[in-house]
Each structure stands twice: as C-alpha cells, then as structure tokens.
C-alpha cells in the first residue's frame, strides 16, 4: 500500500513543530484547477483539547483539568497546593504539617490489613531537601502556578532556597515568574516532568555520597501525582 500511494503521488510531507517532517496521507485526486492541498497533520492527542473545552465555556485550570468559571475542585486544589489532608480508610494517604516537620502517612490497601491492630503501612517525616520537590510536583501542576509566599507557608522554607531552580526554569523557557505569581510556562506544561526535574534533590543538590538523602530514591504518596 505505501509503494502504491508513493506511486501515485497520494503521500503528503508536513511540517510538524515536535517531530520535524512528517509523512501524511494526500488526496488521490488530481485536479487542474483546483488541486487538493493537505494543510493539516492529523491531531496529536490533545492537541485540540482547549479550543474544543474553551469553546464550550471550560478553563483548563490543571495538566489534566478544566472546569467551568467557580466550578473548580476544592478538594485536589488542596492536594495540589501542598495542603494538609487525612487518610482514613484502607489504601488512604495523608499529610499533616506540624510546626517542626511534615509527615505523611499510608493505610494498608487490604479491608483485613487495614481492620488489623496497626493499619499505618508508612510513617515517615518528609526530609527538608525533599519539600521542594514535592512542593512544585503538586503547585506546578496548576496552569496559574502560585503565589511566591505560599511556598514559604507551606514548606517552611525561604523561596532563596530554590532560587537556583526558578532561574534554570526561566532560562530553559519552562517558568514564567513575576512578584505575584511563579508558573509553568506553555512549554513547561507541556514538558512538565523536565521542569519538575530540575527540583529533584541530588539533581541540582549536593551529590556527595555524604549529603543528607544522597543516592535515595525519593518516594511521592502524593494523590496528585498521578
């Protein structure tokens, strides 16, 4: 079939911004006058999401929602701007802030596990090298971003600390930030995972084989990373 369409001058080469050139099916029609032009690739998952969404009055607030003006979710809004939440119930996460440390807890996932005398799966005080990164892994995820303070607020930690991120964010066109509020820029939502990466401890931290949390794989029980 490609060596027939080939033949037939049927197979269309198009521009693509990601891929480069791209090959896509022609008309096999051949007219005079008015010969058919292919002005199009054929849509890449998503791609039209927003005009469709937008179209019919949503506000593609998150990576992966949209919602009509006041109709937000208050309850993952929470999650993702690092808000403390209970985990009740088998398979349950939760975060709690304490004046002194972060904590996050899982529930056994099996009913029998969770009825047993002890439920909590996982206890654990979050490490400070680790809260930025599990700062931006939710707030990031918001299309508006967050207001600078917030970060402070939530994590306990100077926004200073993470200077060094935010300018690498800026300078590789994933992160758009001003006094008022600090965003993924449309290249960083669409290349989330390698803005979020430039947060990772042991990315950008001290390496050595001495640093607190060297050559730890970091674990998110996280609801909203997904």
Not at 31 to 42: C, D, I, K, Q, R
Not at 120 to 146: I, S
Request: charged residues 25%.
């Amino acid at each position: 079939i490609i060596l027939i369409t080939h033949d037939l001058g049927v197979i269309a080469e198009l521009a693509d911004e990601a891929c480069g050139r791209i090959p896509a099916l022609g008309s096999p029609l051949k007219l005079s006058e008015t010969p058919p032009v292919v002005g199009a690739h054929v849509p890449r998952l998503g791609e039209h999401t927003r005009e469709v969404l937008g179209e019919a009055g949503y506000e593609h607030y998150e990576t992966s929602a949209f919602a009509r003006p006041g109709r937000r979710c208050q309850h993952n809004l929470n999650y993702w701007e690092f808000g403390d939440y209970l985990g009740i119930g088998a398979g349950a996460h939760g975060k709690i802030s304490f004046p002194d440390r972060i904590t996050r807890h899982e529930r056994a996932k099996q009913p029998a596990q969770y009825l047993a005398a002890s439920a909590a799966v996982e206890n654990r005080v979050v490490p400070e090298r680790d809260l930025p990164f599990e700062f931006m892994l939710n707030a990031l995820r918001l299309v508006d971003g967050f207001a600078p303070r917030l970060f402070e607020e939530r994590t306990g930690l100077p926004l200073a600390r993470i200077d060094g991120e935010l300018n690498q964010g800026e300078s590789k066109g994933l992160l758009e930030r001003d006094w008022r509020r600090i965003r993924p820029s449309a290249r960083g939502q669409r290349f989330l995972n390698e803005l979020l990466a430039l947060f990772l401890a042991g990315e950008t931290g001290d390496p050595s084989p001495g640093a607190r949390g060297a050559g730890r794989v970091i674990r998110i029980s996280s609801p909203a990373s997904r």
